[in-house]
C-alpha cells in the first residue's frame, strides 16, 4: 500500500533533516485491532522524544484526493487504515524527502499540508513494505451503479441462450455519486487488500498467494473479500498476472442496499490490474472480467451491475444470451433524484435462486407471468424510459416509475414473497407527505426492502422530501442529479 503522512511544523524546519529519524522500526505495535488505532500517536511521541522543539505535529493523511475532509476524525482514520494494512508485529517505515515547508500560521490555524492529485502521484512519501515490484502507485473510482429501470432483466435475458423464445432483456442504468475509492500497486506474489467500510470500520485485511486454488477456495465461501477473490482468479487464470496491493481508502456506497458495491469491488480491481499490469483491456471486457469473477461466489448476478465500469454515464442496456450491448442516453434535461436506504434487510441470494426457478421454460402460470414481466413487459417500460430521458420529460419518468414497480409486484413478488412484498418499500412510496413532492418512485437492485429511487419534482422539492423521509421516516437518503 502506498500512503502519506501529513506533518505540521514550524517552517524553520529543515524537512531534510527527517530523512535521519527514518526507517524507524516499532516492535511494540502489535496487529491486534485495538492496538493499531493509535498507531499515529506512537509515531507522534516518538518524533517529539527526538525532536521536541521541531515538531508540532504528526498525523496520517492520505494526499491523493483534494475533495476529501481534513477534519482531525478524518486524519486519525487515515492512520487506522495504514495501520490496518500494515499486517506485521512491525512497521519499518521509509519516508522521502518533502520539498515543501509550512508557515507557522497555518500550523495554529490546523491547516492541513497537501499535495495536488498529480503530485501525490509523482511523489512517494510513505512506503510499506519491502516486497514491491515497483514504485508505480494508482489511485481509482468506481462508482455504485443505479437501475433505473429493467431490474432482473440482465439473467432473465440471459436464459435465452436456452430458451430463445425468451425476449431479450433491458434496463437502464445510471452510474451514482458515491462509490469506492483506493489506492493500488504491484505486489510480487501477493494479493493484499485492505478496506475501510461505509459506516467508519474495517474489514479484516487479506493477504493470500496469488494461487488459482486458493483464491477460488475463498470465492466459493463469501463474505466481503470473496468478490474479490474470484476477480483474482479470473485475471490470474486469463492473463497470468502478478500480485496486487490494494488499499481502499474511502467508501461511501452503501453494501447489500442494491447499488451493486459487489461489482464494483471487482470492476475498480480488474482496473487496477489492467493499469499497473498494461493488460489493453477494453471497459467491455473489465465489464466481463469482473462478472466473471462475482459468479464464482455465492452471489449469481447478472451482467448487469458490472456497467459502473462506465462510470456515471446512463446507459441503455440489452442483453440477448450471452451477449450484452450497452449504449449511452443523451439527457434532454435535469432528473433530480432520492436514493433511500430503506434501513431494511433482504437477501439477494435467495431472491436471485427463486426468480430464476421459474427460468427459462419452468411451467405454470406464476412462471409465465414472471417470465412475462421481467421479458416483454419490461422491455416496453424501459423503452418508454429512454425515450422520456431524452426528450427530458421528468413527469412521464415518474409516471412509469409507478407503472414499473406496480408490475413487479403483480407480477414478480409473488416468485419470492417472503424477500419481495417489501413493507418498508411501499410504505415510503405511499407516504402522504411526499404526494406533492415527487414525480414516483419504485424499487432499486432486486427490489426488496433494500433501497429505493424517488424521482422528485425539482431541487427543493427533494431537499424537502429528504427532510420529511430522514425525520419522519429514520430512513437516510442519497442526491443524484442525472444531466446531459
Known sequence: MFTSLCFFF????????????????????????????????????????????????????????????????????????????????????????????????????GMPYRLSQQEAGEKSELTVGTNRVNNKSIVLFVPGRLCLFGEHSDWAGGHRGVNPELTPGCCITSGTDQGIRARACRHDGLFRASSVLPDGSFADPLELPMNCRELKQLAEVGGFWSYAAGTAHELLRLHAVGGLDVDIFHMDLPIKKGLSSSAALCVLLTKAWNQLYGLGLSLEQEMDIAYRGEILTPSQCGRMDQVCAFGRTVCFLTFDGGKISIEPIGLGGAFHLLIVDLNGSKDTVKILKDLNSHFPDTPGPLSERVREALGPINAEIVKSAQQALKDGDAPALGALMRHAQAVFDDFVTPGSPSELR??????????????????????????????????????????????????DLSMNCLELTLHS
Open 10 to 109: 514550524p517552517a524553520a524546519f529543515d524537512l531534510s533533516s527527517r530523512a535521519r529519524l527514518w526507517p524507524v522500526n516499532y516492535p511494540h505495535i502489535s496487529t491486534s485491532r485495538r492496538n493499531l488505532a493509535r498507531f499515529e500517536d506512537f509515531v507522534l511521541a516518538a518524533t517529539n522524544s527526538q525532536h521536541q522543539e521541531a515538531w508540532s505535529y504528526v498525523t496520517f493523511e492520505m494526499l491523493v484526493d483534494p475533495e476529501f475532509s481534513s477534519g482531525f476524525e478524518a486524519k486519525r482514520s487515515r492512520g487506522r487504515i495504514f495501520c490496518a494494512t500494515a499486517r506485521k508485529p512491525a512497521c519499518h517505515v521509509a519516508i522521502a524527502k518533502m520539498e515543501r515547508s509550512i508557515t507557522q500560521s497555518r500550523v495554529g490555524r
Open 422 to 471: 417489501a413493507p418498508l418499500l411501499h410504505r415510503l412510496l405511499s407516504f402522504p407527505a411526499l404526494t406533492d413532492l415527487i414525480y414516483g418512485g419504485k424499487g432499486v437492485g432486486s427490489q426488496g426492502d433494500g433501497t429505493a429511487q424517488l424521482l422528485a419534482r425539482g431541487t427543493d422539492e427533494r431537499h424537502h422530501a429528504r427532510t420529511i423521509i430522514e425525520q
